[in-house]
Nanobody, 117 residues
Framework: QVQLVESGGGLVQAGGSLRLSCAASGRTFSIYGMGWFRQNGKERDVVSTITWSRGNTYYADSVKGRFTISRDNAKNTVYLQMNNLRPEDTAVYYC???????????WGQGTQVTVSS
């Protein structure tokens, strides 16, 4: 099992920045990749992903150029730096981990991000 704990959400004005963190514990050696997803009441959408060993990244079009995902393997932590935030970025952000290239197996509890206009 892998446990994930997110932190760093909050309330920010449009144009501001936040950094989310996700600390993994447990069988972290089994992690292939991690990702950030968000949900604003409808579907849960992928925001960004990163592979654990090579650091290959993916960004949704809506966040390209504004968000940056990174990881610290020594700390078993993945980060999401969010700049130039917009009201439409408001959502609950979830961290997730996958053991292979398939569906994400482990999820954090979520952290609220609210961007005011």
């Amino acid at each position: 099992q892998v446990q994930l704990v997110e932190s760093g959400g909050g309330l920010v004005q449009a144009g501001g920045s936040l950094r989310l963190s996700c600390a993994a514990s447990g069988r972290t050696f089994s992690i292939y990749g991690m990702g950030w997803f968000r949900q604003n009441g409808k579907e849960r959408d992928v925001v960004s992903t990163i592979t654990w060993s090579r650091g290959n990244t993916y960004y949704a079009d809506s966040v390209k150029g504004r968000f940056t995902i990174s990881r610290d393997n020594a700390k078993n932590t993945v980060y999401l730096q969010m700049n130039n935030l917009r009201p439409e970025d408001t959502a609950v952000y979830y961290c997730a981990a996958t053991r292979d290239k398939g569906p994400y197996d482990y999820w954090g509890q979520g952290t609220q991000v609210t961007v005011s206009s």
